[in-house]
């Protein structure tokens, strides 16, 4: 049973870092395509990052040069780091995995797994 469990959220002011951590089981994070999604109140789930089996990333216009995505093979963790957040970026984030370790890293297929999402709450 593949588990993913989100931790790092907080509450903080326009311009400060966090750092979100999505602990997997039952799937190794380096050999499957991972990402980050994000909702805010009223608004449609974004892609924010997401990092293939090859380690190359992809990003949201809005986050490029602020977050950086990762992973750690001996935890078995996706991070997500946030700098230089702005309120924008508020909304519950999730970490998500698909499934098909052949899966191409991209949108164009689904994704299998899904974390029950941290929140972060960025303030002006």
């Known amino acids: 049973q593949v588990q993913l469990e989100e931790s790092g959220g907080g509450a903080v002011k326009s311009g400060e870092s966090l750092m979100l951590a999505c602990k997997a089981s039952?799937?190794?994070?380096?050999?499957?395509?991972m990402g980050w999604f994000r909702q805010g109140e009223g608004k449609a789930r974004e892609g924010v990052a997401r990092?293939?089996?090859?380690?190359?990333?992809w990003y949201e216009d809005s986050v490029k040069g602020r977050f950086l995505i990762y992973k750690n093979d001996l935890v078995n963790t996706l991070y997500l780091q946030l700098r230089n957040l702005k309120p924008e970026d508020s909304g519950m984030y999730y970490c998500a995995g698909k499934g098909d370790e052949s899966a191409t890293c991209d949108d164009s297929d689904s994704w299998d797994y899904w974390g029950r999402g941290t929140q972060v709450t960025v303030s002006s």
């Open positions: 039952g799937i190794q994070v380096g050999s499957h395509c």
């Open positions: 990092e293939g089996r090859d380690y190359r990333d």
